[in-house]
């Protein structure tokens, strides 16, 4: 096992091939002069192909998984040994940026690479997996490749269609796969004994400490809601200020309260109002009904449940000074994921080793995380990205920062692996 750190000099020469290996997944997209790559399309199997031989290249067995995961696995030093399950996703939202995802599965490689140059075996096999869709883009649902690899794939989702009316089942069939086999996908809960999963931040607070390198210390949860304010419409010019029932006006109240009031619940706590339409959205005719958005999201479910609740009885409460009425109907929840307290720790080791000290901070969006933390130990690793830029082609990241993860990467697994 491998007791020093990575010298800088392989970690600069990893680095440098982690970003060389982004660039050639980003000329695989089905929009030319963009990067666009979504779940079962030609370009995802491109991907996970050349993807596959650098995991070869690395010594691992190679492998794409029933629901189309890319996989591989570096033996330990004993056959058949449980693994350390390394990863992240290959997939894309439409005109991404060349990091999200890619980051993760490529600098996984570079860790077991350097073990493999070296002759080195650890007490834990290593596996790695890029998975096939984490954003959801194509059908409108998410974690499709980590949901197949820890058995929870719901049966409706092989029946869910994309724009053009194409179900999973049928996109399964037109690549090679088959749905009724998306259960042999599934991996038993013996087979690894914890998931560590590198990933750009997506935001500004590494930058803003001017710091390469984070632990998560948990994945955000989220509701999400479609509200509404029900005034009455009226003339613009006849109807007098103080006889108004105006929705718009009162989701502005609303909005601005939402804006004053989060932070000062909890720093880590965010809400946001996305979407509005009014109507009937003429210049001239005092606006009646207005539906809107609400997303929050915080690391813990009781405080996030808690400024949910304060938001919505502000609303209630505006709109009975105003007269008029308000609804709110969630559609969506997830609850927070909490990163593992041990793994946490050793990933902060890593990081305090690697950049003299490290960082704690939630990860406001969703990661294949979320579903390999129901079934094993999990954790997070995170890299600056410039701006917090992330979802457009401008997201950025340094090869001196990359070249600092793969340090922290390859210190961590050993640790983890040491202490099998």
Not at 347 to 355: E, G, K
């Amino acid at each position: 096992m491998t007791d020093c750190l990575m010298t800088a000099a392989a970690a600069a020469e990893a680095a440098a091939r982690v970003m060389s290996r982004c660039d050639a997944l980003a000329e695989i997209s089905e929009t030319p002069g963009e990067l666009t790559r979504v779940y079962l399309s030609p370009e995802l199997l491109r991907a996970n192909a050349m993807v596959g031989k650098w995991m070869t290249a690395a010594g691992m067995k190679v492998w794409q998984d029933s629901v189309g995961n890319i996989c591989g696995r570096y033996e330990g030093q004993q056959v058949d040994a449980k693994a350390l399950l390394l990863g992240s996703h290959l997939d894309t939202v439409r005109n991404a940026g060349r990091y999200d995802g890619m980051l993760g599965v490529l600098t996984a490689i570079e860790t077991v690479q350097y073990l493999h140059d070296r002759g080195e075996r650890l007490p834990l096999a290593i596996e790695i997996v890029g998975f096939c869709d984490e954003e959801g883009t194509r059908f409108g649902i998410t974690l499709l490749g980590s949901r197949g690899l820890t058995g929870n794939w719901p049966e409706s989702w092989v029946d869910h269609p994309d724009a053009n009316g194409i179900t999973v089942a049928q996109a399964m069939k037109n690549c090679g796969l088959n749905a009724d086999r998306i259960w042999q996908s599934a991996r038993d809960v013996e087979d690894f004994v914890a998931y560590l999963e590198l990933h750009i931040e997506q935001g500004p607070c590494l930058e803003q400490e001017q710091l390469a390198l984070g632990v998560v210390t948990a994945i955000n949860g989220a509701h999400r809601l479609n509200c509404r304010f029900v005034g009455e419409a009226g003339h613009a010019g006849t109807v007098p200020m103080s006889h108004r029932k105006d929705a718009l006006a009162a989701s502005a109240e609303w909005m601005l309260y939402i804006e004053r009031h989060t932070p000062q619940v909890g720093p880590q706590l965010v809400a946001t109002v996305g979407t509005l339409q009014c109507q009937p959205g003429a210049v001239n005719v005092i606006p009646g009904d207005v539906a809107l958005s609400l997303d929050v999201r915080g690391p813990e479910d009781g405080p996030l449940s808690a400024l949910l609740a304060d938001l919505l009885a502000e609303g209630e409460a505006i709109a009975q000074r105003r007269g008029i009425s308000f609804s709110a109907e969630e559609y969506y929840c997830i609850p927070a994921t909490a990163c593992d307290a041990e793994l946490q720790a050793a990933l902060t080791r890593a990081v305090v080793q690697v950049q003299g000290r490290s960082l704690s901070l939630p990860s406001g969006a969703g990661h294949d995380a979320i579903a390999v933390a129901e079934r094993w130990p999990s954790a997070m690793l995170f890299v600056r990205c410039d701006r917090g830029i992330s979802h457009h082609p401008a997201e950025s990241v340094t090869t001196e920062d990359v070249a600092q993860a793969v340090q922290a990467y390859v210190q961590v697994v050993n640790e983890v692996a040491g202490r099998a």
